[in-house]
């Protein structure tokens, strides 16, 4: 399995971790954990992103609310207001690192917030 870095990543008053694999110059592959006591990037996809080092560049955040990233206090209220905050936040990474495309994986909560990433930025 091929080493996974760790970084945290600050869009303005937001931070979390992002965990990445492989050439940054491979396709993009953006994999979103679920939610559920404990959930983060690393426990829901740390094999397969080391796995797929060599195909891909993984990127595994911690959405925010999740693991090390930022509990926004006051937090959202409800869950369109966490998933709007979730997907805004995500494409500010994505223009951040400069990526116009990636392959979404998402299960359960990340496949919610891929189907609010794919209406918001097509």
Avoid: C, Y
Avoid at 36 to 63: C, K, M, Q
Avoid at 94 to 122: K, Y
Wanted: charged share 15%; net charge negative.
């Amino acid at each position: 399995m091929t080493a996974i870095a760790t970084r945290d990543v600050q869009l303005g008053d937001l931070h979390f971790p992002l965990s990445e694999s492989g050439n940054a110059r491979s396709e993009a592959v953006l994999w979103l954990h679920g939610s559920g006591p404990g959930a983060t990037a690393l426990s829901n996809r740390e094999g397969v992103i080391g796995d797929l080092a060599g195909d891909f560049h993984n990127l595994a955040p911690d959405v925010i609310g999740f693991g090390d990233s930022s509990h926004p206090d006051p937090a959202p209220q409800g869950m369109l207001a966490f998933t709007k905050l979730w997907v805004e936040t995500l494409l500010r990474l994505l223009d951040t690192l400069g990526l116009e495309r990636v392959h979404l994986v998402g299960n359960s909560m990340g496949g919610m917030i891929s189907l609010g990433l794919v209406s918001q930025a097509p």
